[in-house]
């Protein structure tokens, strides 16, 4: 039977529950062991599909096309697990799934309740992921007395009673501030939290301090006892530039040890983690960077683009380079172009994004990376930006544009299909998951992946206008990558070029710091061989 670890987390958002919980599946696979994790989030949206990038960060998107949090993200970057639909619940799936069972009569006749029946449904989320695994994650969203989070706090609650006492275990992730002009560290929030913990009747086992500074014994000492738990369960999460050095922080403190201790597992005396001090031993010692402007509409917020921070830098790790992220928002593109913007940049991003706001900025950018030869990947909208701009600029075809923005556009280069017109749901014109794209031979992408057949994840409505194709060509765009039926586009690219790619797909979503996505990793070579021209 596989055993359960439950995350939670206090005082505030954004302590970094989910990089947390993907630090201690790395930990557990370096003992041999295979896990999933399993994120619960409070909200009422069935998923983060139709939420805003600014509210929610990216949506990261699954083999089996879930639109899921983005912590998911960090799950498959830090570990082996490859997740599903099933990883990611949200409150609303809970209250959707029990009102249907309801309608349908499958409660016969009964009230329906928070308890039992919400906590059932959440109970059977997370045991529905315990087959063939031994250890599940799970990672509760929120923060420790949100009212949203009770009826996930109750579920987790209710496993642990009807458990063996070494089948749970109960971390709570928590701020230790250091409060400058006193000088000194406080330990009164975490105490709230883990008391906010107790009332409903959790006891944490292991306390996750996140802090700036490092924590004292006194301190420790003092944490353990309030908190009723053992000194050496108090963790430092200590702050720290690399996130992918955290499993080896934790290491350090010997979190793996107490965890495999409290749920009855055997312990490796000497875990497997040399992958994790190889990429540290690459980001500390590399002298070398290259600067990547990324142009995209939602450049305010670090998490909007979460993976393709990341992606590039797996692909510097790749290539023993840093990258120095340039970030520009789109709209400020259209106010100030492009010559002002990008003139000390080695290459540049155009990600993927969803209404007309900052698209004209992203148009400026591919030109001036088309005309000015410098290193250039687009990823989906990028894609859809690219193909416009060529149709403009190239082809001629001044009033080209993508029926998403112009519905009556006269050129419509970018339009929906057919079968998608027809549907009214959100979500519902949608190309979700992972797809197949057929290679050709000689092409940038070919030489990234070296495979004619690669499966990349989608997450788009609108597709490039196939009946262009004979105008396109003419005008030298090579059609690198498209569906073995050849009826949609999946990447374009263009010849005399140092690197000029752009596809449809989100090649960030199955890129890893020990795995990098091929075309990123291509991409950042690209950029350095530019930049040494310079």
Not at 117 to 122: G, K, L, S, V
Not at 226 to 236: D, L
Request: hydrophobic fraction near 35%; glycine fraction near 6%.
């Amino acid at each position: 039977m596989a055993k359960f670890i439950f995350i939670t987390g206090g005082v505030v958002s954004s302590l970094g529950k989910g990089i947390a919980s993907a630090s201690i599946g790395a930990l557990m696979e370096s003992h041999g062991y295979k896990i999933t994790i399993l994120k619960l989030d409070p909200y009422i949206n069935v998923d983060p599909g139709t939420m805003s990038p600014f509210q929610h960060g990216e949506v990261y998107v699954t083999d089996d096309g879930a639109e899921t949090d983005l912590d998911l993200g960090h799950y498959e970057r830090f570990t082996n697990t490859k997740t599903k639909k099933l990883n990611n619940t949200t409150s609303g799936q809970i209250y959707y799934s029990v009102i249907q069972k309801e309608r349908e009569g499958k409660y016969l006749g009964k009230t329906i309740q928070v308890v039992p029946h919400i906590t059932d449904e959440i109970k059977s989320k997370i045991t529905d992921l315990s087959k063939d695994v031994d250890i599940v994650i799970c990672e509760i969203g929120g923060t420790v007395g949100d009212i949203e989070s009770l009826p996930f706090l109750e579920s987790i609650r209710q496993l642990h009673l009807q458990s063996d006492s070494h089948d749970t275990l109960f971390i709570h992730l928590t701020l230790v501030p250091y409060i400058k002009a006193a000088e000194e560290t406080k330990t009164k929030p975490t105490q709230h939290s883990v008391a906010i913990l107790r009332q409903i009747g959790i006891l944490p086992q292991i306390l996750l301090c996140r802090t700036e500074k490092p924590l004292s014994d006194d301190i420790k000492e003092k944490i353990a006892l309030f908190c009723n738990i053992k000194k050496e369960a108090v963790i430092e999460a200590i702050d720290t530039d690399l996130i992918y050095e955290i499993p080896l922080i934790f290491h350090r403190q010997n979190l793996d040890k107490i965890i495999l201790g409290f749920l009855n597992l055997k312990i490796k005396p000497d875990p497997d983690l040399l992958k994790w001090k190889n990429i540290i031993h690459t980001l500390r010692t590399t002298k070398n960077s290259v600067k990547i402007g990324v142009v995209g509409k939602y450049i305010k917020l670090q998490d909007s683009y979460k993976s393709i921070y990341e992606a590039l830098t797996h692909g510097g790790i790749a290539n023993k380079l840093k990258i120095e992220f340039i970030k520009i928002d789109s709209e400020a593109m259209e106010k100030e172009g492009p010559g002002k913007l990008l003139k000390n940049v080695d290459g540049i991003i155009v990600p993927g994004g969803f209404g007309i706001r900052g698209v004209e900025g992203m148009i400026e950018t591919v030109k001036y990376c088309r005309e000015n030869k410098i290193p250039f990947l687009g990823i989906c909208l990028g894609l859809q930006c690219t193909i416009i701009e060529f149709a403009r600029h190239v082809c001629g075809l001044k009033n080209a544009h993508s029926t998403e923005f112009i519905p009556e556009c006269p050129q419509p280069v970018v339009c929906l299909l057919d079968e998608q017109k027809m549907m009214t749901k959100l979500g519902g014109t949608m190309r979700l998951g992972a797809y197949p794209c057929k290679i050709i031979k000689n092409s940038f992408s070919f030489k990234a992946y070296r495979e004619e057949l690669i499966y990349e994840r989608h997450r788009h409505r609108w597709e490039f206008n196939t009946s262009y194709f004979d105008e396109f060509k003419k005008n030298d765009m090579v059609f690198a990558g498209l569906s073995p039926d050849e009826k949609l586009v999946e990447i374009v690219e263009l010849k005399n070029h140092p690197f000029f790619v752009a596809t449809q797909f989100h090649p960030e979503f199955k890129s890893k710091p020990f795995a990098p996505s091929p075309l990123f990793s291509s991409f950042i070579k690209a950029c350095w061989k530019y930049r040494k021209k310079l």
